[in-house]
Structure formats: structure tokens, C-alpha cells
């Protein structure tokens, strides 16, 4: 390799785009060309730099396997970025093999860690452990191993353990000084910046005040009855009750928690859950028997009293009940967790990252942008809908995956 592409490659690795560029701005050989979509995708030029490591990859002859996997890992980082959640990952994985069979760890590594960040995006948190596993951070270069770092404290944040989180963001920041990456510096302390961020709102006896994670996370595990509003659940300990897919029983469930120690009134559970002005005789009749499926469910973390007036809840243990609500409630929350990355996102990739139908997320989008909370660019496919961070928003209690703290 030449000294102009070594110099490049320096300049790359240590975040310096426009220093690389100059030494490889005029050449159209395979190397230069994967150099330049690498600088182009630092610049944020993700279009040119999609197209300059295509052209890399077929310039490089088919001896040059390991050329060609570091273009394929390239693209995928882009397309990760980008929020291109539908690029094969199967390339990925293939690229990622080739490395490691012809001794690039480094790059290999990179390569995982890609693979981790897209299933922590789409909240697949155990194969996003499962994927770090035998991953030796140690044994990497100083801006890979602030990546691993990173990563991992994304993985701690969504599991709710902000101990652990707190202390892999510190390790990345260490391993970014190392680095001497100032962009990575960046990252790191704005990603950091949401263990200190409001995520949630308490309710309980009547008052409200707002929680950051590791309140959250203590309220899981004090031992009160916990109805959690973000993830549509009831919990105590390590019991925990979906009720995700049974609106009207979490809407029982969270009036009467909202209502204790006290009773909440009949006619209130009605407006309530089913949403009825004027209750009747039906809808006491279909009180009762929803309230009869809300007692089976939650049987051993609390019982349901009928009282004169309505009905009452009482948790099993001694340390009462509490809610826990997203700061902002809004229907289309869900997608507006993700939009608070500040990333521009497709609406495809918002419905794979949430799992539910383009149609549903497209509905949202254009709701959303008529109440002015996001807006898009582009049209048609290239089309990209981004939102400004909101402050105090729920972005980790809110984000698909598996229950915080379960």
C-alpha cells in the first residue's frame, strides 16, 4: 500500500475526514475509492459515500476478500446510520466471517459491533448480549473499544440497570480520550446525558413529580405494586402481569392504582375504560365482568375489592401502590421515542423497528406532522422523517423490547 493511502487511513481512523480526502480526492484506484466513501460518510454524505464503496467493492478483485468485507462492513455502517434497517444483514455476517478467517479482528469486531447496535435499534436485547459475547474489548484499538463500550452501556440503559450503564458510558469516554476523536467524545456524553434526563412521571397518592432512570428503576424494585403506563404492565418484585394486548383491563388496572388507597367510583371506570359518557345497565354489566378478569390476572399481586360506591384496589404487600407514566402521553409515543435519536428515519424502518404494519406507522408519521412534533424531507422512498429531542421525553421506557428490569 502506498504512503498516500496509509496517510489516508491514519487520517480516517483518527476522525479527520478532510485530511484524507486530500491525499486521495484525485484517484480512482479501488483503495482511494473506498477511502473517499469512508470520508464522505463522516462528513455525513451518506448518498456519495454509498455509491464511491459500491464502486470500491467491485473495483477490488475477487483475490481481495478482505477489501471487499471492510466495504461491505462500511456500507452497512451507513446504512445503519442511515436507518436503512432493511439492508441485508446476511452480507453483513458473511463480511464479518471473512474477516475473521483472514485475520482482521479489528475490523471483525467492528463488524459485530454493528450487528449489536441493530439489535439493540430494534429491541432485541438478548441477542444484542448474546452477540458481544467472547468480544475481548480489551484487545481493540481505542475507538473500537469506546464503540464495544457504548454499546454496551445502550444494551444497560434499556435492561434499566443504570449502575452498570453509568460505568460502561465512563469506560467509552476513557477509551474516546484515547482516541483522540473529538466527534467520539461527543456521542459518548450526549448519549450519557439520558441517565440524568426525566423519563417518567410518578403518580401516587394523588400527587406527580418526575423520575430519571435509576428512580425508575428503584421504584421496580421497592416492593410496591408498580403500574407501568409505559410498557402497559403490573408488577411487584420480579412478578410481573402484561396486559399489554388487554387495554381495558390496564385501563382498570391504572384508574384504580391512580384511585388508592382509596375507591374509584363506578361511573369514573366506566368513562374510563370504556370510554362511555352515560353508563348503563350494560356497561355494569360488562364492568363486572371485565373486573372479574382483572382479579384473575392479577391474583397474588393484589385483589379487587367492590366497595358501596365502586371498586378498590389492595396490593398483596406493605409498600402501596404507584404509577409510573411516560412524562408526555401521546398514542403516537412509541414512534416518537425512536424519532428523539435525532436520526432521520424511514417510515419502513420505523415499522420494523416497532413491529407493526407501514400503514400504521405511516397514519402516525402524518399525524404527527400535521400537529408539528415531526417533520420529513425527500419524497417518495428516499423520504426521511426526523423530530428536535424532546426534553423530558421517555426515549428508553418507551422503545420496543423486552420490560425494563425484567
Known amino acids: 500500500?502506498?504512503?498516500?493511502?496509509?496517510?489516508?487511513?491514519?487520517?480516517?481512523?483518527?476522525?479527520?475526514?478532510?485530511?484524507?480526502?486530500?491525499?486521495?480526492?484525485?484517484?480512482?484506484?479501488a483503495p482511494a475509492l473506498a477511502l473517499r466513501g469512508i470520508a464522505m460518510a463522516q462528513l455525513g454524505d451518506f448518498v456519495r459515500a454509498r455509491a464511491l464503496l459500491k464502486s470500491a467493492a467491485r473495483a477490488f478483485g475477487s483475490r481481495e476478500a478482505v477489501a471487499r468485507a471492510r466495504c461491505v462492513v462500511a456500507q452497512s455502517e451507513i446504512a445503519l446510520v442511515s436507518r436503512d434497517l432493511g439492508w441485508p444483514q446476511a452480507a453483513l455476517a458473511a463480511a464479518r466471517a471473512t474477516l475473521e478467517a483472514?485475520?482482521?479482528?479489528?475490523?471483525?469486531?467492528?463488524?459485530?459491533?454493528?450487528?449489536?447496535?441493530?439489535?439493540?435499534?430494534?429491541?432485541?436485547?438478548?441477542?444484542?448480549?448474546?452477540?458481544?459475547?467472547?468480544?475481548?474489548?480489551?484487545?481493540?484499538?481505542p475507538a473500537t473499544r469506546a464503540a464495544c463500550a457504548l454499546v454496551t452501556a445502550g444494551i444497560m440503559v434499556r435492561r434499566l440497570r443504570t449502575r452498570a450503564a453509568a460505568a460502561s458510558f465512563e469506560e467509552?469516554?476513557?477509551?474516546?480520550?484515547?482516541?483522540?476523536?473529538?466527534?467520539?467524545?461527543?456521542?459518548?456524553?450526549?448519549?450519557?446525558?439520558?441517565?440524568?434526563?426525566?423519563?417518567a412521571r410518578l403518580i401516587s397518592l394523588g400527587t406527580e413529580r418526575l423520575l430519571q432512570l435509576r428512580d425508575v428503576e428503584a421504584q421496580f424494585a421497592s416492593g410496591a405494586l408498580v403500574v407501568d403506563a409505559c410498557r402497559h404492565v403490573v408488577r411487584r418484585g420480579g412478578a410481573l402481569v402484561s396486559l399489554a394486548s388487554r387495554p381495558v383491563l390496564f385501563s382498570l388496572a391504572r384508574a384504580l392504582a391512580e384511585a388508592w388507597p382509596n375507591d374509584e367510583r363506578r361511573s369514573l371506570l366506566i368513562a374510563r375504560a370504556f370510554r362511555g359518557k352515560h353508563a348503563d345497565e350494560s356497561h355494569r354489566a360488562r364492568l363486572r365482568v371485565e373486573i372479574g378478569r382483572l382479579r384473575a390476572?392479577?391474583?397474588?399481586?393484589?385483589?379487587v375489592r367492590a366497595t358501596k360506591h365502586g371498586f378498590a384496589l389492595t396490593p398483596s404487600g406493605?409498600?402501596?401502590?404507584?404509577?409510573?407514566?411516560?412524562?408526555?402521553?401521546?398514542?403516537?409515543?412509541?414512534?416518537?421515542?425512536?424519532?428523539?435519536?435525532?436520526?432521520?428515519?424511514?417510515?419502513?424502518?420505523?415499522?420494523?423497528?416497532?413491529?407493526?404494519?407501514?400503514?400504521?406507522?405511516?397514519?402516525?408519521?402524518?399525524h404527527l406532522e400535521r400537529s408539528g412534533k415531526v417533520q420529513f424531507f425527500g419524497k417518495g422512498r428516499a423520504r426521511r422523517w426526523l423530530t428536535a429531542p424532546v426534553a423530558g421525553f421517555p426515549t428508553v421506557l418507551l422503545l420496543p423490547g423486552p420490560l425494563p428490569g425484567g
Do not use: Y
Open 102 to 141: 483472514h485475520g482482521d479482528p479489528v475490523n471483525a469486531a467492528h463488524a459485530r459491533i454493528l450487528q449489536v447496535r441493530r439489535l439493540l435499534l430494534v429491541g432485541r436485547l438478548d441477542e444484542a448480549e448474546r452477540a458481544l459475547d467472547g468480544l475481548e474489548p480489551a484487545l481493540l484499538p
Open 297 to 303: 390476572e392479577l391474583k397474588g399481586l393484589a385483589e
Open 1 to 29: 500500500m502506498d504512503s498516500l493511502i496509509t496517510a489516508a487511513a491514519r487520517a480516517l481512523a483518527a476522525g479527520d475526514p478532510l485530511s484524507a480526502l486530500k491525499r486521495v480526492a484525485l484517484r480512482d484506484d
Open 172 to 199: 467509552a469516554r476513557l477509551a474516546a480520550r484515547a482516541a483522540g476523536i473529538p466527534a467520539l467524545s461527543a456521542e459518548i456524553d450526549n448519549a450519557a446525558r439520558i441517565l440524568h434526563a426525566p423519563a
Open 318 to 366: 406493605k409498600e402501596g401502590v404507584v404509577v409510573i407514566a411516560p412524562p408526555q402521553e401521546d398514542r403516537f409515543s412509541a414512534v416518537l421515542a425512536l424519532l428523539a435519536d435525532g436520526e432521520a428515519w424511514s417510515s419502513s424502518a420505523l415499522s420494523i423497528a416497532l413491529g407493526a404494519s407501514p400503514r400504521t406507522v405511516q397514519r402516525a408519521l402524518e
